[in-house]
């Protein structure tokens, strides 16, 4: 059975995108708590403070009724009664006093009060005539609000003062109920997302830990060809089509690869037998004559010399299979017209052996990005088969040309051409279509896939015609990346010398 708890690894996906997500969840929902809270705190105290002051300055505008202009007495009892109707908010404690600043009425009736002088800055500026307020600071982080207003008569004389102390309790209270109500929302919301994204990056981490336990099981027992299951068309998704793809082409490049040793043996097995067999067959005849034993040995030369071809060849593949990364490729600019040139001299003897007619024609200089050797081999062993595969009589003609970016050499022949269903496999490592015409040409079915590696190696291409009895068109068809205007003009002009 599964564990559940198994998957709480800190370094697993899941894991770490639930709490990366709880902490941008809980960091943003405190920021934006505390910015609200903050804002109708301010807006809160703000109501406030305007209420007192207006309270104040309502009380003022009426205590005037209350308090002898002459005498600047208050009939104490009338202003209590009037207090009292009004339903003044009782945190709201509301003080009268006479021009000399001394209490007259006390809405707490604290009887300490009465009579004493109170020198607070909004009285004396109510004594002053004008509307007062302070806002003091409690030990306990609270707020005192003091408004005071001015007792006006008609004439704009003042006789007396109107002060209320003010505690908004209220403040503090609906503060820290939204507080309250917002931390059980924040913890819900967190909790909330917390265990959507859970559920979601457990889908996505079981779809990526389903992938990884497939793939380490192909690894681990060596099943290259086993398929991941897709659903779907997202990233993850797209990654296994990837893999599979990725799979597919190394079980062909394995299964390459187990041909190319089968092959490469029995090629080798095959020259390795003969010579075998004509050794014994001289060790055991001790009357064999000297005329025979020569015979057998002039064969077994020509088995070496053969096994040496295909081992030389096979070398060469290889190291070409080395050197095609685009790091490893050493190219430098050079001239076709040399390389053609050379193929010419080299192989115009043999045509001449097989009374065949070998014609080249190279109009113009062509200049191009290659390795000299590799792309030597490569059309070398184009043209030495279009001899090799072409009866006495015939023709061989190879042209080079530069046309729309591209360098195309095509050599053709008159020779015994290649049927349709097998043009596909004349690259294909050791096929050849003619095994006893091979053997008797010296061809080790290794010409062409020499010659497509090395035209591969220079980005290029090999398209084939052919048909049975009537020759074969090969033309090899390279990228032109230099312009050859500009490497013309590079080199040294006789004439302008
Ligand atoms: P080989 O060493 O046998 O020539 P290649 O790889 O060069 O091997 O060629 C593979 C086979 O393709 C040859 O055995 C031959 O049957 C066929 N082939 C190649 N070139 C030609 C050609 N110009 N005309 C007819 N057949 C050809």
């Not at 820290?176 to 913890?187: D, K, V, W, Y």
């Not at 009374?355 to 200049?367: C, G, K, Q, R, Y």
Request: charged share 25%.
């Amino acid at each position: 059975m599964n564990k559940p708890f198994k998957r709480f690894k800190f370094s697993s996906i899941t894991t770490r995108l639930v709490f990366t997500y709880f902490l941008i969840m809980l960091l943003t929902l405190l920021l934006f708590s505390y910015y609200i809270l903050a804002t109708t705190k301010n807006y809160l105290y703000e109501d406030e403070k305007q209420s007192v002051t207006t309270m104040s300055n309502v009380v003022a505008s009426f205590a005037v009724d209350y308090i002898d202009p002459e005498t600047q007495k208050l009939d104490r009892e009338k202003f209590a009664k009037f207090i009292n109707e009004i339903r003044i908010d009782s945190q709201m404690r509301v003080l009268i006093l006479n021009k000399d600043i001394t209490v007259l009425y006390d809405s707490q009736n604290n009887r300490n009060m009465l009579g004493t002088a109170q020198v607070r800055p909004a009285i004396l500026a109510a004594v002053n005539g004008l509307a007062g307020f302070r806002e003091y600071q409690t030990e306990d982080d609270g707020v005192i609000f003091d408004a005071a207003a001015p007792v006006l008569t008609l004439d704009g004389e003042v006789i007396g003062v109107v002060d209320i102390v003010y505690v908004p309790e209220s403040v503090t209270r609906i503060h820290s109920s939204i507080l309250g109500e917002m931390a059980f929302l924040i913890l819900v919301i967190s909790l909330l997302v917390g265990i959507i994204i859970f559920v979601v990056a457990n889908l996505v981490s079981k779809r990526i830990v389903d992938f990884t336990s497939k793939i380490t099981s192909m690894s681990d027992d060596g099943i290259l060809d086993e398929k991941l299951d897709i659903s779907g068309n997202d990233e993850i998704s797209r990654l296994g089509e990837a893999f599979n793809i990725m799979s597919e082409k190394v079980v062909n490049l394995e299964k390459q690869r187990v041909q190319f040793v089968s092959d490469a043996s029995h090629e080798l097995k095959t020259p390795l037998s003969s010579i075998k067999l004509m050794a014994d067959s001289i060790l055991q005849n001790p009357d064999i004559s000297m005329e025979y034993v020569r015979e057998f040995l002039e064969d077994m030369n020509n088995e070496v010399d053969r096994l040496n071809r295909i081992v030389n060849k096979l070398l060469y593949i290889t190291k070409m299979d080395m050197y095609t990364e685009e790091a490893n490729k050493k190219l430098e600019l050079i001239s076709l017209n040399d390389i053609v040139g050379g193929i010419e001299k080299n192989l115009q003897p043999l045509a001449k052996k097989d009374d065949i007619t070998l014609v080249f024609t190279t109009p113009s200089e062509i200049f191009l990005m290659a390795n000299k050797d590799v792309l030597w081999q490569g059309i070398y062993n184009i043209v030495d088969n279009a001899i090799k595969y072409t009866d006495a009589d015939g023709y061989v003609l190879v042209t080079t040309e530069q046309k729309n970016g591209k360098v195309i050499i095509t050599v053709r022949d008159t020779g015994v051409g290649i049927s349709s269903e097998e043009i596909d496999k004349i690259f294909d490592r050791f096929y050849r279509v003619d095994k006893a015409r091979a053997r008797s040409t010296g061809g080790t079915g290794l010409g062409l896939a020499i010659a497509l590696g090395a035209i591969k190696y220079h980005d290029g291409e090999i398209d084939v015609k052919s048909e049975r009895g009537k020759g074969s068109v090969f033309t090899i068809i390279l990228p032109d990346v230099v312009p050859n205007s500009q490497a013309d003009s590079d080199e040294p002009n006789a004439e302008e010398m």
